[in-house]
């Protein structure tokens, strides 16, 4: 015996069963963010307690140095990736407008993956060029 209508099990309405990976990727990236944020804050908190500082020349020569560039990507990836499904989630929850939330969910992605881009952009070029811009 089954609790669908019968006009419910023609239209096939249910469960997309795109929720769990949605929810799983959300998970995933949070737990990823805990080590990369502590690490990027002891960094940070190591850095201005040298005598240069924060400087433009400590920390270009921080980014470029051993494993930092790739721990920032990293950083960058995820940060932009759980951002992304949060505000996909405020989005479809909260915006009614077919259209609207449409333009939304189109521009909020764009706009991560432009951000993702120019952060990781941003790592690479100070990583591997040296000398002024």
Known sequence: ??????LASV??????KSG???????????VALVPLTV??????????SV?????????????ASGLTPVLLVLL??????HSALGVQVVLEDYVHAK???LAALLASTLLH?????AGVYAVLRIAFTTGSF
């Open 1 to 6: 015996m089954s609790l669908r209508s019968p």
């Open 11 to 16: 239209l096939g309405r249910g469960s997309a």
């Open 20 to 30: 769990v990976s949605h929810w799983w990727s959300q998970r995933l990236t949070a």
């Open 39 to 48: 690490w990027f804050v002891v960094q940070l908190a190591g850095l201005a």
């Open 51 to 63: 005598p240069a500082g924060l400087g433009l020349e400590s920390v270009r020569a921080w980014v």
């Open 76 to 81: 960058i990836g995820a940060l932009a990736w």
């Open 99 to 101: 259209g609207l939330k």
């Open 113 to 117: 993956a432009l951000l993702a881009v």
